[in-house]
Every structure is written in structure tokens, then in C-alpha cells.
């Protein structure tokens, strides 16, 4: 990473300095502090280097501090038992004691009816420029516990103490110059300092071996808002959850990303990512140098939408393996069933299956001949309809599992989504395989009377 030399430092503040003024005090422009709230004000400390060994060593990653005059403090605190939360921008002061905050009726904390006290928990401390009467660039910040800057404060955020009944408690928070293309080593993330419209950006990885074999990935994946390394660093060292159920698996990462910043078109690129790939030692085993790197717009972001605007299809990646033109697709199948008609010895006349996959030989009506096709690394979704549209009655597919006898494993798992309400959901194995894989589907019927029956379906892989 850059590395940026410090003229002006930060601090380390050994306690944070708490004191009150009792409600006799003169404090201009502010009323009277009643004894069901306490009131807050917050002074941001920036001083000269202090001589710890810690921050001498790590000096050149510390960025330079700007010139602007401080002028609004961005903050995000909560109170209370319920953590009810505050997000103000608030003017910043000075006297000379120092700096201050402003009074402002946000910062009025109710205390309980029976209570002398509050718990008061800070999470976020920004101080920013006068941009003509408004917030202006951010050019402190308070370093969250855990990030790579905390370890030059003594009292990285969040911090929490007790706020008593009639006071006004100054609070001294540790802060550090702020460079905005370092912002995720303070412990936040671009989207944090400047408000944009967000979306879900998901990244799924494949491995090939030389003689061609794929496996799921083990990986470290980096975002950068840019088309570089060099750009603001959105998210850094990101793995997958991986396991073995029967398959090894690695799910999705997923990402929160903003959009582009005004002056970049929706179709240019914006967004630039470095996969690694990482050992997986009960996998495919020890990782050989392998990075794949891209650039993406945001239309790249919108097109892995699914249709509830939440939810994204994944990123695919390969690494080390053959160009693809075509990463398959996902595979829908419909369940209808003939409620008024259905026993348990007409199964295959009264239950249909169509999909969106499937050749005409083998998207059969009959449960029993019916072939789903799936790509690997894709999905498949079950879902039911009635055959009449006037019955009342829903048909709901409740589980599908492998017969004991189920030849291929080409599934890895089922599952349900709260956001894709009706559907049950299946992940296909990265790997391909020939041959079938026999599985039992059970569905009820839910109207005046319950009923449930099983059918048996069949699943085949293609290639992507």
C-alpha cells in the first residue's frame, strides 16, 4: 500500500476526560439542564505525536493532516437499555480550553423514570471542514477497535460510559488525520463518509487443476472503488464460508457497494477486484499462485439483481481455468397438481412438471421421467401451482432429499430464502459430472385439508 508521511499527528488520550457542570453554571446560549436528561458535548483531540514506541514504527502509514479549520462533527451514538440511535452532523466550537460541540436538542439524552443515569455508546466520530456554512470533506477521524489505525489510540470507538441526571458531559475523542483513499483502515467503509445509493455484489470462485479438474475456491477477495489497486480500498482480505456436508462448499461473498460518483456514466468501470486464490487443505490442497483481477460499472452491478432488488446472482470466477462464454444459468421448475382429482395411486396423471431447461424428450408431464437439468456452481428452484385456478388451495414443496439409492451427488445442499417466498431452492456442485442424481420431492396441499405426497424426479448435469 502507499505509504504517506505524517507532518501533523494524532494523540493518545489515556482516559477519556469526563466532567459536569452542575445546573447552576452559566452556559450560554444552552437552558436549563433539567434533572430528567443529561446533555452531551464532544471535543475532538488531535494533538502532537506522542512518544510510544508503537506509533514511531508504524509512522509512514499515518496520512498527512489537511489544513481546513474543523467545523461540523459527524456522529452516530445510542442510549438506553432499547440502544435508541443518534445521527447528527453538529457544529464544532472552540474556546480556549479547546474544541467543542455545539449544543443541540439531539444531543439532550433522556434518563429513565427511576434512573440517575443513561448508557450512552459512541460509534462513529467524523470531523469535517466549513465548505460555505456547510459540511464540507472529511478531515479527522475516530479509529474503530479492531482497525489497522486503532492501534494509535488509546480509546478507539466505540465507547461507552454512563451519563448522569442534570449534568452536561464533555467528552474527549481521540482522533486521527484522515486520508478518504484509506478510509476502510480506520475501521469504516467509503459508504459510511459519503452518503450514495447502494446495491449487493456477490463473487463466487472456481479453481481448475492442470489436468482440468474444478473445485470450489478458498480465496482472499480485495474491492477498490477505481479500476486500480490504487483506488479507495472498499474492502480488503474478504474469504467465503467454506465446509463439508457431503460436498465441500464455499458460499457466496457478498458485499454492500456504493454507486459510482457523479460524473461517471452507470457503464463505465468503477470498481476494481483481486481474487487470491488460498489453500484449501482437505480440498484441492495447497493454493499456487493464481489472481484474477477486473474491472466492473454499474450496470455489471444492477444486471446480477434478482427481482426483489436485494438479492444478486454471484460474480463468477475462475482461476486457472479455460475461458468460458457461458457460466449456464439457474433452472426453474413448476410443480402443478391437480388438487381436485390427486390420490396416492394416480401421482403421475394428476402431477405436471415443466421448466425452463428441460428438451422436449425429457420435460415429461410424468413426475417419475422427468429430468431437471442444472449447469454446475448454478441453482434450482421448485415451486407449486394448482392445476384450477378456483380451488383455494396452495401447494407448497416442502423438501427435496436424495433417494438412498441416488446415484450422482449433483446437489450440495437445499434450502429455503426468506426473500424468495415459495420457492425451494437447490445449489448445484461446482464440479461436472455425468449421470443422474434420483431424488424424492414432497409437496403439500394446503386448503380445507392438508395433504402431502412424494413424487420422484430425476436431476442431470450439463456443462457450462
Known amino acids: 500500500m502507499r505509504k504517506l508521511k505524517l507532518h501533523l499527528v494524532l494523540m493518545a488520550v489515556i482516559g477519556l476526560l469526563f466532567y459536569s457542570c452542575n445546573k447552576d453554571e452559566s452556559v450560554p446560549n444552552e437552558p436549563e439542564i433539567s434533572q430528567d436528561i443529561a446533555v452531551l458535548s464532544f471535543g475532538p483531540v488531535l494533538n502532537e505525536m506522542v512518544n510510544r514506541a508503537a506509533v514511531r514504527q508504524q509512522i509512514d502509514d499515518l496520512p498527512e493532516c489537511s489544513d481546513a479549520t474543523p467545523a461540523f462533527a459527524q456522529l452516530s451514538l445510542t442510549y438506553g437499555e432499547s440502544d435508541t440511535p443518534i445521527d447528527l452532523v453538529v457544529e464544532i466550537l472552540s474556546d480556549e480550553n479547546g474544541l467543542f460541540t455545539a449544543y443541540d436538542e439531539e444531543l439532550e439524552i433522556p434518563i429513565p423514570s427511576g434512573s440517575t443515569t443513561v448508557s450512552v ?20 477521524a475516530a479509529p474503530k477497535m479492531d482497525s489497522e489505525y486503532a492501534v494509535f489510540v488509546e480509546t478507539p470507538l466505540p465507547l461507552t460510559w454512563d451519563l448522569r441526571a442534570g449534568s452536561k458531559t464533555y467528552v474527549d475523542v481521540p482522533v486521527l488525520c ?45 474491492l477498490y472503488l477505481g479500476t486500480s489497486s490504487l483506488g479507495t480500498p472498499l474492502y480488503l482480505d474478504q474469504t467465503p464460508e467454506t465446509g463439508n456436508d457431503g460436498q465441500f462448499y464455499a458460499d457466496p461473498v457478498c458485499l454492500t457497494v456504493p454507486a459510482p460518483e457523479d460524473g461517471i456514466d452507470a457503464s463505465e468501470p468503477y470498481l476494481y477486484y483481486e481474487i487470491t486464490l488460498t489453500d484449501w487443505p482437505d480440498n484441492y490442497g495447497t493454493a499456487g499462485n493464481y489472481i484474477e483481477a477486473g474491472t466492473l460499472s454499474w450496470l455489471q452491478v444492477q444486471e446480477l439483481l434478482n427481482p426483489d432488488g436485494t438479492t444478486a446472482e454471484y460474480k463468477h470466477i475462475y482461476l486457472n481455468c479455460e475461458e468460458s462464454n457461458d457460466d449456464g444459468e439457474d433452472t426453474y421448475v413448476t410443480v402443478t397438481v391437480d388438487t381436485r382429482n390427486i390420490t396416492a395411486d394416480n401421482l403421475n396423471e394428476t402431477v405436471f412438471f415443466t421448466d425452463n431447461r428441460s428438451s422436449t424428450a425429457s420435460n415429461s408431464a410424468v413426475p417419475e421421467n422427468h429430468i431437471a437439468l442444472v449447469n454446475p456452481n448454478r441453482r434450482i428452484f421448485w415451486s407449486g401451482t394448482t392445476l384450477e385456478s378456483d380451488t383455494g388451495e396452495t401447494i407448497i414443496i416442502t423438501e427435496v432429499y436424495r433417494k438412498e439409492e441416488g446415484g450422482e451427488m449433483i446437489l450440495t445442499r437445499t434450502y429455503t430464502e426468506p426473500d424468495l417466498e415459495g420457492f425451494l431452492i437447490g445449489d448445484v456442485r461446482s464440479d461436472y459430472i455425468e449421470g443422474f442424481e434420483f431424488y ?14 412424494t413424487i420422484d424426479p430425476k436431476i442431470k448435469m450439463q456443462p457450462n
Open 121 to 140: 455508546t459512541l460509534t462513529d466520530f467524523l470531523v469535517l471542514s466549513d465548505n460555505g456554512g456547510i459540511p464540507g470533506d472529511v478531515i479527522w
Open 178 to 222: 484522515f486520508d478518504d483513499r484509506q478510509v476502510n483502515l480506520y475501521g469504516y467503509l467509503f459508504f459510511d463518509i459519503t452518503p450514495k445509493e447502494l446495491s449487493t455484489l456477490c463473487f463466487f470462485a472456481n479453481y481448475c487443476t492442470e489436468s482440468g479438474r474444478h473445485y470450489t475456491a478458498n480465496y482472499s477477495l480485495d
Open 440 to 453: 424424492n420431492l414432497v409437496f403439500t396441499i394446503y386448503g380445507e385439508t392438508e395433504r402431502t405426497f
